[in-house]
């Protein structure tokens, strides 16, 4: 039986490098009406969870300040850089980040928790 190659099959991915998180083109369309984003894990779970935060959200006051980050959204990926936010990640899910070399991992969009949620549970690199 034949099985043919679709590009609009491409899974979400997440890769985590030492200073930032790149996500693929997949997960872009999330990202559009993100100002800034929050992140939160659940170690039971082995999730990181991305959420987007709109502009007037962001600035409402409503949310404190330091837990906001900014967002780089291009045409081939998005990135949130935030050295801070990779020490915490890779502390708590035991991971070894680098400059030159990411880790990747699955991501998905959940509807339900309305956020992008990282599978921390293994690489999808065979040799990490």
Known sequence: MLEFFDEKEKNGVATIYDRHILFNSKLIQY???AYRVRAAIDKEEKKLYIFMINKDYALSGELNE???LSVSVSKSYVRIASKSLI?????????????DKGI???A???DEKKAIIVNMGGSLCKNT
């Open 87 to 99: 020490n915490f990640i890779a502390s708590s899910f035991n991971i070894e980040t680098t400059k």
């Open 108 to 110: 998905i969009y959940s």
């Open 31 to 33: 990202f559009k009406d």
């Open 66 to 68: 330091s837990s906001l």
């Open 104 to 106: 990747p991992f699955e």
